[in-house]
């Protein structure tokens, strides 16, 4: 076994490998390719190395700076739930190292088709993270245009976006057909262990093998799709899944920022040249709950997330830094700082956040004013005046200017 790989913790147990289709040689654990040990030290990895060696400490540091910042952001994030300020949240703890990693090897004419967990590959691609919140907060279907950053809507249907992801790969290679100078490309869809077992992934991987798409689809293996964990999901490794549509599975250590950097950006430089889709399966842990509608103490033992505390990505990453003297005491403490200070400048974005009008709601049905929705909006107005010294509801006593236009 190379240095560079380690074997999958999971499926080392010899009663499951029996298990495994009657035949546990056909379905071998994929070697799972690390570069930071938990100890914080480079490893040597013959495929994988290079991706990361012309990495600058500016650069290192970036990715240690991103994943606090970014958990920073997901811990207010929670408390303002927890407060009254946002209807419901999606934590991303201990998954930072994965969505950094792979954010970062990202072009910026590639475009990406998240979930809605993805916060800080978000924050990779230049979204303002108070935008993640609007919808959160319940008073905008989006948060944020697309196009300006190529980094999509979030997707609350279980692998619903997989299948667009390859659409538009698929539409990215014909442009350049037509269009040479145009930019190689390549989309990501992101997903979870749980989505894995949708049909939409199995769908979208078909046709990215079938016409070759420029796409990488990236799955978190978070270990629990919500209560599910992930050996009843699947009884083979997720990245084994790649050779039935006849293309690569990479499975990497998701919780080593660096081996994810270097995997993603060796998988989008093979998808860009037309070499075909890639899986990656990053491997790390959700030690946080599914939503603050979720309670993990009901499915998992403390005991599992207290083993995985010292495979955080953040701290591994710290004692590579001090290692290797990039970073120093200083640094860290101005990132604590500026940590606060972004803290406190998204909870005040938060409460000036304005709900739009409750005729807004019929007036952004159709791109254009349909006379069904404005009959539907008057008669809701004819339903209110009915009630005896009802106060309108808001946004309703006033037409707006798109109401006038119609």
């Not at 809701?380 to 010294?389: I, N, P």
Request: hydrophobic residues 40%; negative net charge.
């Amino acid at each position: 076994m190379d240095v560079g790989h380690l074997p999958a913790s999971e499926f080392d147990s010899a009663g499951l490998e029996q298990s495994l289709m009657g035949a546990p040689e056909l379905n071998p654990v994929p070697d799972m390719v690390q570069l930071l040990t938990i100890d914080g030290e480079l490893r040597q990895d013959g495929t994988y190395s290079s991706y990361v060696q012309d990495l600058t400490p500016e650069e290192l540091r970036g990715f240690y700076r991103d994943m606090f910042l970014v958990r920073r952001f997901d811990e207010e994030a929670t408390a303002l739930q927890r407060q009254g300020e946002l209807v419901m949240w999606v934590p991303l703890t201990g998954q930072e190292g994965a969505q950094i990693g792979s954010g970062r090897a990202l072009l910026p004419q590639d475009y990406v088709f998240p979930t809605y967990r993805e916060h800080g590959v978000a924050y990779t691609r230049g979204l303002e993270l108070a935008q993640l919140l609007r919808r959160f907060r319940g008073i905008s279907h989006g948060g944020w245009d697309p196009r300006e950053v190529n980094f999509h809507l979030y997707t609350l249907v279980l692998a619903a976006q997989v299948p667009h992801a390859v659409g538009y790969a698929m539409g990215m290679a014909r442009d350049r057909l037509v269009d040479p100078k145009l930019p190689e490309a390549a989309t990501v869809a992101y997903f979870g262990d749980g989505a894995s077992s949708e049909g939409d992934v199995h769908e979208g991987m078909v046709f990215a093998a079938s016409y070759n798409a420029p796409v990488v689809f990236f799955c978190q293996n978070n270990h629990w799709a919500i209560s599910v964990p992930t050996e009843v999901q699947s009884r083979i490794p997720l990245a084994n899944r790649a050779q039935g549509y006849g293309f690569p599975g990479v499975r990497v250590d998701g919780n080593d920022v660096l081996a994810v950097h270097a995997v993603t950006r060796w998988a989008l430089e093979r998808a860009r040249s037309g070499a075909g889709p890639v899986l990656i399966e990053a491997f790390t842990y959700r030690m946080s709950a599914h939503t603050t509608a979720d309670d993990p103490t009901k499915y998992r033992l403390s005991a599992d997330e207290e083993a995985w505390l010292d495979r955080d990505p953040m701290l591994r990453m710290e004692k590579y830094l001090r290692r290797q003297g990039l970073a120093d005491d200083a640094f860290f403490e101005e990132l604590r700082e500026e940590g606060r200070s972004m803290a406190v400048r998204l909870r005040e974005n938060v409460q000036q956040m304005e709900a739009p009008g409750f005729a807004d709601a019929f007036t952004d049905v159709y791109a254009e004013a349909h006379p069904l929705i404005r009959e539907e909006l008057d008669a809701h107005r004819r339903y209110e005046a009915g009630f005896a010294d009802a106060e309108p509801a808001a946004g309703t006593a006033t037409p707006t200017s798109r109401e006038h236009n119609a």
